[in-house]
């Protein structure tokens, strides 16, 4: 691959001033590379357009970037990582290509970048079905903490791959038989954990709170391995509640919407922990639906835990979400507005 001026010349560097408006042609050697990389429709050069603030125009294996000599540049880079990722043989999503705007952005600009760390270096999680890999600093910070602690906490907002990064550590680990077993848990309904009034038997009852977590096994594992490592107890998906009084050996062990743990609850699940097993919490602060003047356990184990040798905590935020990118619009707003979301106070309250 190599970069193009307009007139078919190999882009040299500019010995003097650089002109307000750029322009520079990309082409790639493979067809079928090159056009997943622009997306359907475009779509990939699309984000990138709004998020550099350039004008992309695709022809065959060819695009043209105009902007800023700097918006330029990253869109280059952005585009020469996503075409190497593909290169690879791994797929590309929206959530790819908006990591890799933000991987690029937090680089620097054209002045002092540094080339040699044009390509990323996130952590990754390699799995049976597929290559996990790491598409924000914040989510490359959380996978190195999982590989080097037996206890981490994930805390942010939601979109930002808490729990499925999660679950694909615990996989990870089950398949290199590391651990035994997996074994997952939520606090049921609002941490009460009131399910007698619902229908069928207990799996039936729990599995409507429980299905993010069955997606994420279903991504990230095939699909008969997941039900035969069910049937077998291999992959155990629990409320907290029936985590009380067990000893857990030998196991990856996830609490997900830990936010809604009360201070007992959280402390019973911590000391759960046994022998060659690793633990990991995830939860947003943000979003606790314990009564009011409960204590959310979440944000007590982060105070009490804060120092404590052998744990680690990756905080979250808004500029690690990948999800659609209205999801991060939507937090912002909603951080924005406050606990009250804006909401307008009568002359009473």
């Given at each position: 691959m190599r970069s193009f001026k307009p007139d078919g010349n190999?882009?040299?560097?500019?010995?003097?001033?650089?002109?307000?408006?750029?322009?520079?042609?990309?082409?790639?050697?493979?067809?079928?590379?090159?056009?997943?990389?622009?997306?359907?429709?475009?779509?990939?050069?699309?984000?990138?357009?709004?998020?550099?603030?350039?004008?992309?125009?695709?022809?065959g294996n060819h695009v043209t970037i105009e902007g800023s000599r700097e918006s330029c540049d990253q869109a280059r880079r952005v585009?020469?990582?996503?075409?190497?990722?593909?290169?690879?043989?791994?797929?590309?999503?929206?959530g790819d290509v908006e990591g890799a705007i933000r991987h690029v952005i937090a680089q620097g600009s054209l002045?002092?970048?540094?080339?040699?760390?044009?390509?990323?270096?996130?952590?990754?999680i390699n799995l049976r079905k597929r290559t996990v890999r790491a598409r924000t600093a914040g989510q490359d910070a959380y996978i190195r903490s999982l590989k080097r602690h037996a206890l981490v906490l994930g805390t942010g907002p939601a979109g930002t791959g808490k729990t499925w990064l999660a679950v694909a550590h615990a996989v990870s680990?089950?398949?290199?038989?590391?651990?035994d077993r997996i074994i997952l848990s939520r606090p049921a309904v609002e941490a009460g954990e009131r399910l007698g009034f619902l229908p069928?038997?207990?799996?039936?009852?729990?599995?409507?709170?429980?299905?993010?977590?069955?997606?994420?096994?279903?991504?990230?594992?095939?699909?008969?391995?997941?039900e035969r490592a069910l049937q077998a107890g291999e992959i155990e998906i629990a409320p907290l509640a029936f985590m009380r009084g067990r000893t857990l050996h030998n196991a990856a062990v996830i609490l997900d919407e830990a936010q809604n743990t009360t201070s007992m609850q959280m402390k019973m699940f911590l000391t759960r922990l046994g022998e060659n097993s690793r633990m990991i919490v995830t939860g947003d602060p943000s979003q606790i639906d314990l009564p009011p003047g409960q204590?959310?356990?979440?944000?007590?184990?982060?105070?009490?835990?804060?120092?404590?040798?052998?744990?680690?905590?990756?905080?979250?935020?808004?500029e690690d979400i990948i999800r659609h990118e209205l999801v991060a619009r939507i937090v912002a707003a909603y951080d924005a507005a406050g606990p009250g979301g804006g909401r307008k106070r009568g002359p009473q309250e």
């Open positions: 190999p882009v040299t560097p500019a010995s003097g001033e650089a002109s307000p408006i750029t322009q520079s042609v990309l082409a790639f050697d493979d067809n079928r590379l090159a056009s997943a990389l622009f997306g359907q429709y475009g779509q990939n050069l699309a984000l990138i357009e709004r998020k550099l603030g350039v004008v992309a125009d695709s022809r585009l020469e990582n996503l075409y190497d990722q593909l290169k690879l043989g791994n797929d590309l999503v929206s002045f002092d970048f540094d080339p040699g760390a044009a390509r990323s270096n996130f952590e990754e680990l089950f398949e290199r038989k590391e651990v069928g038997d207990m799996r039936e009852k729990v599995d409507p709170y429980l299905r993010p977590i069955y997606d994420a096994l279903f991504d990230l594992m095939d699909m008969r391995m997941v204590t959310s356990g979440l944000s007590e184990a982060m105070r009490l835990l804060a120092d404590v040798e052998g744990i680690g905590h990756v905080a979250f935020a808004r």
